[in-house]
């Protein structure tokens, strides 16, 4: 059993809903990632989504694209974000983090060498937007060989068939896009989102988070009612979009992330 399996069965037992937090590796700059992700686990943290910056990111909005040519001018590569995770592992054996990223950089590392060097780094899942769950039986295999998930994306205009091979080859959880968009999107309708959710859960025992839309604790407990868990990341990637290497400047805008870790924490648990 993963750890991320391990956690929702945790949460499961405790009535609790999964808060997910993203951030993207080596933004603002690589000295501030792996603090960062020790106090998310402060702050309520159940999982962590950490983002492997990538110059053309075709599921990020504006928000997370700069955060990732951010991180690239900062010269962090994939070999480096996973070396991030690495470090946070030293002293957090428990924390389920799963990395979210595209293809390209993978294929020129090398697929087995990839996933090695996330077993190395204590890495539990992956999510590959632009690998396809017709297309990743091997690499999907290969994950489970190494006690990791590979998380697959469904979205409101998902084909059923699509549909179909994410639930069959999915594992850990399954990632509900809850808005027609790119990450950081504001049209979030927490009924037609549970709707959606509610069919999904139908056709799986895997949990359903929801991510992009979620924006403040109101959201995060409307979408809360319907899935097992939330991710947030446009919300709190936004607040170093201009610090540069100002650590006074960072200092605030990973207060203002924490805060909102608070606020979503006390919002998805006030559902118990």
Do not use: W
């Not at 428990?94 to 087995?112: A, Q």
């Not at 006690?147 to 080859?169: C, D, G, S, W, Y």
Request: proline share 4%; net charge negative; glycine share 10%.
């Amino acid at each position: 059993m993963t750890r991320i399996e391990t956690t929702f069965n945790t949460l499961r037992e405790q009535n609790k809903k999964a808060l997910i937090p993203y951030v993207m590796a080596g933004d603002p700059n690589p000295t501030v990632t792996v603090s960062l992700l020790h106090e998310l686990v402060d702050h309520g943290a159940d999982i962590i989504e950490v983002g492997l910056p990538f110059s053309d990111p075709m599921a990020d909005g504006e928000t997370i694209a700069l955060a990732g040519e951010r991180a690239l001018a900062g010269g962090t590569s994939t070999r480096q974000a996973i070396e991030m995770v690495k470090a946070f592992r030293k002293t957090n054996t428990t924390t389920p983090v799963l990395v979210m990223g595209y293809l390209n950089p993978i294929e020129i590392i090398g697929y087995d060498k990839f996933i090695s060097l996330c077993q190395d780094a204590g890495i539990d899942g992956v999510l590959m937007v632009d690998l396809p769950p017709q297309e990743a039986g091997d690499f999907t295999q290969k994950l489970a060989n190494s006690a990791m998930n590979e998380i697959f994306l469904l979205a409101p205009t998902t084909l059923p068939e699509r549909r179909e091979q994410v639930l069959k080859h999915g594992g850990g959880f399954i990632y509900y896009v809850s808005v027609k968009g790119v990450t950081g999107s504001k049209a979030l309708d927490a009924q037609d989102v549970g709707e959606h959710v509610q069919a999904i859960k139908a056709q799986t025992a895997l949990p359903v988070c929801v991510g992009f839309g979620i924006r403040d604790g109101a959201s995060a407990k409307a979408v809360g009612q319907y899935a097992d868990g939330v991710i947030v990341g446009s919300e709190l990637v936004k607040n170093f979009a201009d610090v540069g290497n100002d650590e006074q400047k960072i200092a605030h805008a990973k207060k203002a992330i924490l805060d909102k870790m608070d606020e979503l924490r006390e919002a998805i648990d006030s559902l118990e």
